[in-house]
């Protein structure tokens, strides 16, 4: 079926260095989401983008919409140990009534 | 914090026990959902409630009943469960089921099925 993939799975870096997770579609999507989840906590919503193109930043972090709307990134810039947590990306595959579908995750782990 | 509330945070329950998992939100959200979520896993949708009447039921197994009796409340009524159905299960909110509208999660009720 239809399917959203995330790279890496996993990632550990030192703090201070930066990260990127990468989220791909096989279809166009109508907009993409971005959601957080710490260790042992539930997904927070962080963004949305749905414009082609679309870079958008808050803070250390800078989420970015590819231009045909298949793929989107997220950059942590200088790691901290509260980035901790796993990253989900999520995405309507068709627009209407249609769900999200998330991608697998990328588990990100920073040491001090 | 967040502003959708579950109940229970933990439960066990054996494979003969009948329960259910409460979720309310006083966002004025018009979409409700129930999510699963196993161990280093995405979320995985179950159920979407539209307006309060279901709209999507994503072939889960009938031992799991959901139930809107309000535009504020969500339940998960449970029955004769199988250990593999231990799990996270999330409920969320969103504005409108429409136009990807962010999801608003709540804690979820971590369940293990003995």
């Known amino acids: 079926g239809q399917q959203v993939m995330q790279i890496p799975q996993y990632q550990h870096v030192q703090e201070g260095e930066d990260f990127t997770t990468y989220c791909n579609s096989s279809?166009?999507?109508?907009?993409i989401q971005w959601y957080k989840q710490r260790p042992g906590g539930h997904p927070v919503f962080l963004i949305q983008?749905?414009?082609?193109?679309e870079v958008k930043k808050q803070k250390r972090l800078t989420f970015q919409f590819g231009e045909a709307k298949k793929n989107s990134s997220l950059h942590i810039t200088a790691t901290q140990t509260t980035d901790v947590g796993t990253y989900f990306c999520?995405?309507?595959?068709?627009?209407?009534?249609?769900?999200?579908?998330f991608g697998k995750g990328t588990m990100l782990l920073v040491s001090p | 914090d967040t502003e959708v509330t579950q109940t229970p945070k933990h439960l066990v329950m054996g494979m003969t026990n009948k329960k259910s998992l409460k979720c309310e939100q006083h966002?004025?959200?018009?979409?409700m959902y129930w999510y699963k979520q196993k161990a280093k896993k995405p979320p995985e949708l179950m159920f979407v409630?539209?307006?309060?009447?279901?709209?999507i039921n994503e072939s889960v197994p009938s031992r799991f009943s959901p139930e809107c009796p309000n535009s504020s409340l969500l339940n998960l009524h449970l029955h004769a469960l199988q250990p593999e159905d231990s799990a996270l299960y999330l409920c969320?909110?969103?504005?409108?089921?429409?136009?990807?509208?962010?999801?608003?999660f709540g804690n979820g009720t971590r369940l293990t099925v003995t």
């Open positions: 409630y539209s307006y309060e009447k279901l709209s």
């Open positions: 279809t166009t999507l109508s907009n």
């Open positions: 999520a995405g309507i595959l068709n627009s209407g009534y249609s769900t999200l579908t």
């Open positions: 969320a909110s969103s504005q409108a089921p429409t136009g990807g509208r962010p999801l608003h």
């Open positions: 983008l749905v414009k082609s193109g």
């Open positions: 966002m004025g959200h018009r979409a």
